[in-house]
């Protein structure tokens, strides 16, 4: 697979941000929609450029999927 311009600008901000970014805040930073983020993240994670784990927060929250750059 080829990294295309939505995958460069995911890789961008995350480097950017220097620490792991929820998929909503990364849609966010990068103006594009969360369906985009997720999908574009998770097909960098089968590339092995990203990795990314569920995280939960309080009683009741949301699960959120944070991502963050491969070593």
């Known amino acids: 697979m080829v990294l295309d311009d ?5 890789v ?14 990364i849609a966010k930073l ?3 929609s969360w369906a985009t983020a997720n999908s574009h ?4 994670k ?8 569920l995280e939960s927060g309080k009683i009741g929250a949301r699960k959120k999927v944070i991502w963050w750059m491969k070593e």
């Open 30 to 32: 990068c103006d594009i």
């Open 46 to 53: 089968s590339m092995s450029v990203l990795d990314g784990k």
């Open 12 to 25: 961008k901000i995350i480097k950017k941000e220097g620490k792991p970014l929820s998929t909503y805040l």
């Open 6 to 10: 939505v995958d460069n600008l995911v």
């Open 41 to 44: 993240c998770y097909k960098l």
